[in-house]
Nanobody, 120 residues
């Protein structure tokens, strides 16, 4: 089992920045991928960015250049730095984990989500 706890959400004005954190605990495999998703009201959950245990990031086009994913393996924490925020970024942001045990990928694990609201 893996537990994920997000933090760092809140209310920010357009053009502002936030940094989200996701702390993972439990049975974490050394080979894993951690991702950030978001879900806006009335919309499906969408992938934003992911990062491997080796620190290789990838992003969807809509957040490239504005969002940066990083991780601290020593503390099993992944971050999402969000800059130049716009109202359309308003959503609940979720952390996701998937690990490789040497034979197969684990189940999907999700955090409880953290609300980000971009508004003046």
């Amino acid at each position: 089992q893996v537990q994920l706890v997000e933090s760092g959400g809140g209310l920010v004005q357009p053009g502002g920045s936030l940094r989200l954190s996701c702390a993972a605990s439990g049975s974490i495999f050394s080979i894993n991928v951690m991702r950030w998703y978001r879900q806006a009201p009335g919309k499906e959950r969408e992938l934003l960015a992911g990062i491997t245990n080796g620190g290789i990031p990838n992003y969807v086009n809509s957040v490239k250049g504005r969002f940066t994913i990083s991780r601290d393996n020593a503390n099993n924490t992944v971050y999402l730095q969000m800059n130049s925020l716009i109202p359309e970024d308003t959503a609940i942001y979720y952390c996701h984990y998937k690990g490789w045990d040497g034979l197969k990928w684990s189940d999907d694990y999700w955090g409880q989500g953290t609300q980000v609201t971009v508004s003046s």
